[in-house]
């Protein structure tokens, strides 16, 4: 079992996603390229300080015209369905 977990990070100007492996991103959008490798606590200040949002994808693969589930990740860092 994997333990790569994809977010989506949405900013007002973009929406992008980074997919951790073993809290630390393994992968990102080129938007946020600048966060390759960092830790997920190091992820979330940055977040948290430019005041954007993050939400876990549970789930990629889904039908036409619904959307992935999400969990919204709250300032302390934990998810909330």
């Known amino acids: 079992m994997s333990d790569e977990k994809l ?10 996603g980074v997919v951790f492996v ?9 938007i946020v390229g600048y966060m390759h490798g960092w830790s997920a ?4 200040g940055y977040i948290v300080g430019k005041q954007w ?5 549970t ?3 889904r039908p036409a015209g ?3 589930h999400e969990r919204t990740v ?8």
Do not use: K, M, Q, W
Request: with cysteine; aromatic share 2%; proline share 5%.
């Open 41 to 44: 606590e190091r992820v979330h």
């Open 53 to 57: 949002e993050a939400h876990r994808v």
């Open 7 to 16: 977010v989506r990070i949405i900013a007002p100007h973009f929406v992008a």
């Open 74 to 81: 709250d300032r302390e860092g934990d998810c909330a369905d």
């Open 22 to 30: 073993s809290r630390r991103v393994v992968r990102c959008a080129p």
């Open 66 to 68: 619904t959307h992935a």
């Open 59 to 61: 789930s990629s693969l």
